[in-house]
């Protein structure tokens, strides 16, 4: 069985490396964006292993986006550097933010962190000395910008997301996970049993937020062209939660595939329906929550147990 | 020197006191169980121990260390477990990791993942649950969910339990099974307080008990003593003769 599993993955890594070769500009574009969101859904899949949902991601992925713009702008840019400073300035943030939001209820967190996004989105654009306002800021691209500047980013961000999700089983097969589990599932008696549920809250909030950041630099670099509208978009919280849903929540599949459908589905539609897809999409959504509230990769399991 | 020192202890919520100046010692090796009619303080004096809340006032000692105020975690990692009233098992994981959960962070240094699973495992097959390791917790019946409980308690290696109505709800022959198996883990060194309403299972146990009434302590001494106390008899029962003059 665990042979199987290896070879379905080497199998999907190998097709991967391989799409540059089949797909057009255009199309790896959509890849590079898909897996840009995979990072972030799946990074949002891990602090919901805590119990706890952010509607705010876009703030961890916005801090990401502008410290690599603002590094890049005031030093020389010095990828990987300022993505890794990203993604850490953007855990420290979430520090502070778990330790506000460790003793509120799941639903207080949600508020909490969306308010946490929308200011700094609103600081962004009121304070232009912090980063030019709401003109946004050029990022120079990673590679040079050269011919091959697209297809250098997709083995990137292909690299970077194969890393989150290994990050993900990591936490998955350690200590962490039983720790996670159980502050989940009830922190009384988390407690009782030496688990200390504000710390583990914490843990799961920064390396989160530290995913999101770097997946935030990577984007800054990609699209190279940065506005709070952009990074700092309620589209990108959102992304972050549905992916998972569809997929499957507290999956590590769960993100990929969900990121993929859902990808895959706004272009489908966009092509038929032209404006109005954002109806098809929603409604795709509805059924999803409605009748599959476990995902595909639940609903798969579910199957395979049968 | 006792194991557990219960100061001059006083809880209050809001204008409600809970605990009224509580004192009482626990020796090593013993079993004691703490009784009282319903509303009388009982699981409100397990939370202060196990620092879910914090006194008051007045002190609480374990190995005449003063554990006044720490946290849950931090005093479940000196050596105390604790069994809920109300089973609280992690549904999301089956018996094994329920276990694993207290035998990795039950102590001051955390087992490695492989000794803690082997650990886990030894404490279920010592409390004859080794059918069920792989069970959803979901899908435990009432008996084993108790149990599980017991486990979870036990694989973070205790020197002293406190035991929330472990048989509320067992049939007769289960709770003549509960009664051996902490008898058992009695044997192995570790301190029991229980808090129990069935009192065959208390009278069966108890090498000494507490009665509280109204969060203030009533009678202590064994079970043959505290049973002929009169102030404990009005407290179940009611004063004698109450009826006539009322």
Not at chain 1, 218 to 239: E, K, R
Not at chain 2, 32 to 53: E, H, Q, R, Y
Request: glycine content about 10%; some cysteine; hydrophobic content about 50%.
């Amino acid at each position: 069985m665990k042979s199987i599993y290896v070879l379905v993955v080497t199998l999907a890594v190998g097709l991967m490396c391989c799409l540059p070769i089949f797909l057009g500009p255009h199309s790896l574009h959509i890849v590079i964006l898909t897996l840009i969101s995979l990072i972030v859904a799946t990074s949002w899949n891990i602090l919901l292993l805590t119990h706890q949902i952010s509607l705010g991601h876009a703030g961890f992925f916005g801090v990401g986006a502008y410290t690599c713009g603002a590094l890049c702008e005031k030093f020389m840019p010095i990828v990987p550097l300022d993505i890794l400073v990203g993604g850490i300035i953007a855990a420290l943030f979430a520090v502070i933010l778990g330790v506000i939001c460790c003793r509120m209820t799941v639903w207080a967190i949600a508020i909490v962190t969306l308010a946490f996004a929308e200011v700094l989105k609103v600081l962004v654009i009121m304070v232009p000395s912090i980063a030019d306002g709401a003109e946004g800021i050029r990022v120079p691209p990673i590679f040079g910008g050269v011919g091959y500047e697209k297809i250098a980013c997709f083995y990137l961000v292909l690299f970077v997301s194969l890393l989150s999700l290994t990050c993900a089983y990591a936490i998955r097969k350690s200590k962490l996970y039983y720790a996670f589990a159980a502050v989940h599932d009830d922190e009384e008696a988390a407690g009782m049993l030496g688990v200390n549920p504000l710390k583990f809250k914490i843990i799961a909030f920064s390396v989160s937020a530290f995913m999101t950041g770097v997946a935030g630099g990577i984007f800054a670099h990609y699209i190279s062209f940065i506005d709070p509208y952009t990074v700092f978009g309620l589209h990108i919280s959102l992304d972050a939660q549905i992916m998972p849903l569809v997929g499957g929540l507290y999956t590590i599949l769960g993100p990929v595939i969900g990121s993929f459908v859902l990808t895959s589905a706004g272009e489908v539609f966009r092509i038929y329906f032209g404006s109005g897809y954002l109806i098809a999409y929603g409604c795709i959504l509805v059924a999803f929550v409605l009748f599959l509230p476990e995902g595909i990769v639940g609903w798969a399991q579910r199957l395979a147990r049968r | 020197m006792p194991l557990l020192q219960v100061k001059d202890v006083y809880m209050k919520f809001g204008g409600v006191m809970a605990i009224a100046g509580v004192s009482f010692d626990i020796h090593e090796g013993e079993i004691l169980a703490l009784i009282g009619p319903n509303g009388s303080g009982k699981t409100t004096m397990f939370n202060l121990i196990c620092g879910v809340f914090s006194p008051y006032s007045g002190h609480i000692l374990f190995r005449d260390c003063q554990i006044t105020g720490l946290k849950p975690y931090q005093i479940c990692r000196k050596g105390i477990g604790r069994t809920f009233q109300i089973a609280k098992p992690f549904p999301k994981m089956t018996v094994l990791e329920n276990v694993m959960v207290g035998s990795i962070y039950g102590k001051k240094n955390s087992y490695p993942l492989k000794k803690a699973r082997e650990m886990a495992m030894s404490v279920i097959h010592s409390m004859g649950m080794e059918q069920k390791w792989d069970t959803p917790v979901t899908e435990l019946t009432l008996p084993y969910k108790k149990r599980l409980e017991l486990c979870k308690a036990i694989a973070t290696e205790p020197h002293m339990l406190l035991l929330d109505e472990v048989m509320g709800g067992l049939n007769p022959s289960e709770v003549e099974e509960m009664i051996k198996l902490l008898k058992r883990i009695q044997s192995n060194g570790v301190t029991l307080l229980f808090v129990e309403h069935l009192m065959r299972a208390v009278m069966g146990l108890a090498e000494r008990m507490v009665v509280l009434n109204h969060g203030a302590k009533i009678a202590e001494g064994s079970p043959v003593e505290v049973v002929e106390d009169l102030q404990v008899i009005e407290a179940y029962l009611g004063k004698e003769n109450q009826f006539v003059k009322g």
